[in-house]
């Protein structure tokens, strides 16, 4: 037995942790060889073989993109001819017009839909509705949005010749415009409110964005401002230092914000506050959805931590995960998935699980697998789904008419866009963004157009009966049910003039967002947006409670008042 026990001994000091990592690491690095040889090699027989002649870019390329899809969607490939995409993204400028663009199905044509304040289109004279008829000597009569967007861009400081119709006279008109670089706004609008509440939007985190917000909420403090609302609803985030320059301004220094951990030693970084905060005391509420994402999550989610702010509105998006960029050979680059961010609370809010076999799955992350941390004043928040709102206040539905009329796919109508037009011709002017409303015959003359337009829509309680007629037949009850059936279906009959009413609310507060951002752009449209804007309402009475403002970020407080 001793003999026994002292063989096993033996063998057993060959299988140390380090021997055992040492041998993992070793058939890991043989598994990556032999399946990096078998690639190389199908592709050379595939080459040297195939029927046909395989282009190396496409077959090449869609193998990479394979792989990567069954990662996650933000690890992505950019080869060369697509850097200048990936560098918009990421900077949110690109050398343009400076312009939205539409398809209008009822001409057949690309048409100016949003011109961009202060930009190229703008300085051009161009307006929502003009027909793009040719770009120098290329036709753009019929062709696609890809089509004519990919004309418009091009090199900062290149010119060219617009030929354009003006629907509201009929003139075709021709004018040189020169392209520039392109900074898509980051804040489309801010400014101080009735009872000193100062409201900013900020709709994405690109270079400098922190800077602006900075001189903006100082300017608002200069004229009055008490309260603060961030808006970062269907914020999708985008630089992280940005995010964190922006919650510096409201914590003091030295404070850790966001921890990075990864599998290399490079992506463990700890990002702390590096200045003093120009205000600690100011109400903050911020505003956020299930758009919200990213960066913008960081920003909300660690001034819920902090207990800085409260956080109002519905569940964020979930996105706990940060990439880095690699440059690839040929001047492609590599955006991949590094590293897990934690917000001050130690909390990860990744609301998905990627798992890379058999071609990639994604998996919802269960509450029951989700873990409690606390707030710096003790409260309880959650990892995992997001950020979860201390207030948690519903948006007004958009009905499903609305989706039909403000659309601009193949299945959507262009009746509300040509009743725009109209609309336009007809009023050189309108009253102040945050006065502007349609009058009732203007809502009246808009639903006989859209009536007189045969204006028809997908209404998504027929389409539920169908399919529950379809499976009543398969397992046999139809028959027996058809006069119900029968009965449900001339109640829910498609009635477009019944819908325009009883939706009026919704859709007159569509029409006048569409209205008032020809006239004062997107800052406009923001601003006329409030007085109807359900959760605005709801912060605003919220700053109007301070008790109740304090009551959520210091609850334990609250209790020992009571004790």
């Given at each position: 037995m001793k003999k026994i026990l002292l063989a096993i001994a033996i063998l057993l000091e060959g299988f140390t942790p380090s021997a055992l990592a040492q041998n993992s690491a070793s058939e890991h690095n043989f598994e990556v060889s032999k399946n990096l040889e078998t690639?190389?090699?199908?592709?050379?027989?595939?080459?040297?073989?195939?029927?046909?002649?395989?282009?190396?870019?496409?077959?090449?390329?869609?193998?990479?993109?394979?792989?990567?899809?069954?990662?996650?969607?933000?690890?992505?490939f950019y080869p060369a001819e697509k850097t200048k995409d990936f560098n918009m993204m990421l900077s949110g400028k690109y050398a343009g017009i400076g312009s939205l663009i539409r398809y209008n199905f009822s001409i057949g044509n690309v048409v100016i839909d949003e011109p961009y304040?202060?930009?190229?289109?703008?300085?051009?004279?161009?307006?929502?509705?003009?027909?793009?008829?040719?770009?120098?000597?290329?036709?753009?009569?019929?062709?696609?949005?890809?089509?004519?967007?990919?004309?418009?861009?091009?090199?900062?400081?290149?010119s060219f010749v617009l030929k354009y119709k003006h629907p509201a006279n009929g003139k075709i008109y021709r004018k040189k415009i020169v392209r520039r670089a392109i900074q898509l706004p980051s804040i489309p609008y801010y400014g101080?409110?009735?009872?000193?509440?100062?409201?900013?939007?900020?709709?994405q985190y690109v270079e400098g964005c922190a800077r602006d917000v900075r001189r903006d909420?100082?300017?608002m403090r200069k004229n009055g401002m008490k309260a603060f609302v961030l808006d970062l609803r269907n914020n999708g985030g985008g630089l992280m230092n940005e995010a964190i320059s922006i919650v510096n301004m409201f914590v003091p220094k030295g404070i850790s914000i966001v921890k990075t951990k990864g599998k290399i030693k490079q992506s463990n970084r700890d990002y702390r506050t590096t200045v003093e905060p120009i205000d600690t005391v100011m109400p903050i509420v911020v505003l956020v959805n299930g758009e919200t994402a990213s960066a913008s999550e960081i920003t909300a989610g660690s001034l819920q931590d902090l207990d800085r702010a409260v956080i109002l509105g519905t569940k964020t998006y979930g996105k706990g995960i940060v990439q880095t960029t690699l440059d690839m050979p040929y001047n492609g680059q590599l955006k991949l998935t590094t590293s897990y961010y934690y917000i001050p609370s130690g909390r990860c809010i990744q609301a998905l699980r990627y798992k890379h076999s058999n071609g990639g799955s994604v998996e919802q992350v269960p509450d029951s697998l989700t873990h409690i941390f606390h707030t710096a004043g003790g409260r309880e928040v959650r990892d995992g789904n997001g950020i979860k709102p201390d207030l948690k206040?519903?948006?007004?539905?958009?009905?499903?008419i609305a989706f039909y009329l403000v659309g601009t796919g193949r299945d959507s109508s262009d009746v509300l866009l040509n009743w725009e037009l109209k609309y336009m011709k007809e009023h050189p002017t309108i009253a102040p963004a945050k006065d502007f409303h349609l009058t009732d015959a203007d809502y009246s003359d808009f639903k006989q157009t859209v009536l007189a337009s045969k204006f028809k829509y997908d209404p998504e309680t027929e389409k539920y009966l169908k399919q529950l007629e379809k499976l009543a037949k398969f397992e046999g009850y139809y028959d027996d049910a058809k006069p119900e059936f029968d009965a449900i279906e001339k109640k829910l009959k498609h009635n477009v003039a019944k819908d325009l009413d009883y939706n009026q609310k919704i859709i007159r507060q569509l029409i006048e967002a569409d209205l008032v951002a020809v006239y004062y752009y997107q800052r406009g449209a923001v601003?006329?947006?409030l007085r109807n804007d359900k959760q605005y309402k709801a912060a605003v009475d919220l700053i109007g409670d301070l008790q109740k403002y304090n009551s959520i970020l210091h609850p334990a407080q609250k209790k020992d008042q009571k004790s």
């Open positions: 690639f190389n090699a199908i592709y050379k027989a595939l080459d040297m073989m195939y029927v046909d002649t395989l282009n190396a870019d496409d077959v090449i390329g869609n193998g990479v993109n394979s792989m990567l899809r069954s990662l996650d969607p933000y690890t992505v304040e202060g930009m190229p289109a703008d300085e051009a004279g161009l307006k929502k509705g003009d027909i793009i008829l040719a770009i120098d000597d290329t036709t753009m009569v019929g062709k696609n949005v890809n089509y004519v967007s990919s004309h418009l861009r091009g090199e900062a400081g290149s101080v409110q009735p009872n000193g509440i100062g409201y900013l939007n900020l709709n909420f100082l300017e206040v519903e948006s007004d539905s958009l009905p499903n601003e006329n947006s």
